[in-house]
């Protein structure tokens, strides 16, 4: 009995390794053309690339954003800055308490410090 819970107990080791190999597999390519960059405290965090989506939660801080992408999506206006550019990828906001990860997400241009919108080296969706 004990050599055969180990032997399962290896063998869904190494299924979850090679399960963990396949989910990375395909999403190299994505990661690869990642920017990492910041998106600011109080930033919304949407399902699509308009504020009539539905709200994943607003930042606590300052958050680490890894965009793969952007679009061109619903014109905004905030603070005297317009733009219709918003970025997809990943925020990880340290600040909420627990910390959180927003995947596969959308937030307005406006909210994403690039510099320039679109930003250079991103490319479209």
Sequence with gaps: MVKRSARLA???LALGAALSLLGTAGSAQAAAQARDTTVQTGSNIRAAATTNSRLLGTTKSESVGSISCYARGQRVTVGGYTTDVWYFGNVFDDGANPP???LNVWV???NVNVGADPAPGIPRC
């Design 10 to 12: 290896a063998t869904g």
């Design 100 to 102: 959180h990860a927003y």
């Design 108 to 110: 307005w241009g406006g």
